[in-house]
């Protein structure tokens, strides 16, 4: 079982804790991993390591989501932890974003299930205590750009591939309220109107002119540079850091906090209509198709 949401709920099946396994690392913290969700402690160093691994793109469906969420709760109840990094297992992708899978041709309760899921990691990952640096090795479009932007700082690998950016409207859809907060809080309001209607996707040099990302460092240095920026971030007594995390941030989580259920009576309306239901299948079927 796990905690969302303040309410208790069943694992679905095929999310088991108990196919977790749990070792010891080389400095005897306790190295914990689901199927998806790859945890690197470093205990002495109190940094956790998460590596996405949904390959092929880390989609991110209703499992690899609520896998995540565990390891996040389990991570902000272990006092060995102070700082978290979050990075991608899968070559050359960060995360695709939501899995259109989950928001294609499902019924309203999954589409209420799977929002709520969404609504949960933002919360999680937006409000946590734990100093979070985004090590964004690969292509981040959409909710894989929400959950970085959740994160205290972001280092992005400077590869023309790698592009940053809620590209929502490309797709048909809208990017919800808390999303467009998210992103007005780390670019700016104009810059964020431009990005959210146009869908922009920025490759590195113009994520990091625009605010999106806040270093941009060779492919190659990108854990490095995550560990150093992540032991400055430490240094701040975490009292201090953590207020003052929250003064800047509960304005913004309360505003979906407030409104959750009608944010999901929201989503599963707009969603289960029609012609979203239609951009979104020819949507995937472009990607599918793009390699034939
Ligand atoms: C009134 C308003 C109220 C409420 C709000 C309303 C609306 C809700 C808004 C919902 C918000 C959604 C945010 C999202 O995150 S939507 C997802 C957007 N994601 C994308 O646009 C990314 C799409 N993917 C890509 O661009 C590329 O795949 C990528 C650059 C990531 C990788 O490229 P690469 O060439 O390496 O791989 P591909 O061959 O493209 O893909 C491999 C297989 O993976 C499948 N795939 C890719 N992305 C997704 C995805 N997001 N979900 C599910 N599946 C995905 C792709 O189809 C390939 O599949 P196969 O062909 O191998 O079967």
Partial sequence: MALLAGRTVLLRAGVRLGAEAATRGGNGARRFASHRVLVEPDAAAGIATIKLKNPPVNSLSLEFLTELIICLEKLENDKTFRGIILTSDCPGIFSAGLDLREMCGKNPAHYAEYWRAVQEIWLKLYLSNMVLVAAINGASPAGGCLMALTCDYRVLADNPRYRIGLNETLLGIIAPFWFKDNLVNTIGHRAADRALQLGLLFPPTEALQVGMVDQVVPEDQIHSTALSVMSQWLAIPDHARQLTKSMMRKA?????????????????????????????????????????
């Fill in 252 to 292: 913004t989580a309360d505003h979906l906090i407030k409104q959750r259920e009608a944010d999901i009576q929201n989503f599963v309306s707009f969603i289960s209509k029609d012609s979203i239901q239609k951009s979104l299948q020819v949507y995937l079927e472009k990607l599918k198709q793009k390699k034939h």
